[in-house]
């Protein structure tokens, strides 16, 4: 068999590896929001909190990078488990991003409607570089908290 044979098998074996973990990373943000809602609405406000701003635990996945976060609807983060500093503030509604987006007015806009993606640029947990990230922002049927989880754009076509 020649190298170029060989080579181009290798080449569709990662891409088939690999498209499954990238189509999968908007289902596990959906999927990951969705059971932080009911974790919300059978445990009670107080130990979502708790659960979600712990970095060990449900929801944080992918290496710690990919996490959830909860809001509610005058946007005052009320926990994220890689930014405390984001729940000092009374409202992060005009807070923006390095591009300047008041992103968080987004994440009200969805939560407003129910469900919804956004994209801003937000630093990667763990690295040193602000990247695009994707939010899908959830809202927790009858109440006035949502939660939120994303993923980043590290290079085209390769998502984290």
């Known amino acids: ?23 999968g990373t908007r289902d596990d943000c959906i999927s990951k ?21 712990n970095k060990e635990g449900r929801f944080v996945w992918n290496d710690g990078v990919s996490y959830v ?20 503030p009374e409202t992060l509604i005009d807070a923006t991003d390095v591009d ?3 992103f968080f007015r987004d994440f009200v806009k969805a ?4 469900k919804g993606w956004t994209k801003y640029m937000w ?5 040193d570089v602000n990247k695009p990230k994707h ?15 994303g993923f980043y754009v590290m290079s085209p076509g390769v998502y984290y």
């Not at 929001?33 to 701003?53: H, L, M, R, W, Y």
């Not at 005052?76 to 984001?86: C, G, S, T, V």
């Not at 939560?111 to 129910?114: N, P, S, V, Y």
Request: net charge positive.
């Open 69 to 88: 976060f909860l809001m509610n609807m005058k946007a005052r983060m009320l926990a994220h488990p890689h930014k405390p500093e984001l729940l000092k």
């Open 123 to 127: 630093p990667v947990p763990g690295m």
């Open 100 to 102: 300047g987006k008041a």
């Open 1 to 23: 068999m020649k190298i170029s044979t060989v080579c181009g098998w290798i080449m569709v074996l990662v891409l088939l590896l690999s498209v499954p973990a990238m189509a």
């Open 111 to 114: 939560a407003k409607k129910g």
């Open 33 to 53: 929001c969705k059971e932080a809602a009911t974790f919300i609405k059978t445990q009670g406000i107080d130990a979502a909190i708790k659960e979600i701003n």
């Open 135 to 149: 939010t899908f922002i959830y809202r927790v049927p009858g109440t006035e908290y949502f939660v939120g989880a």
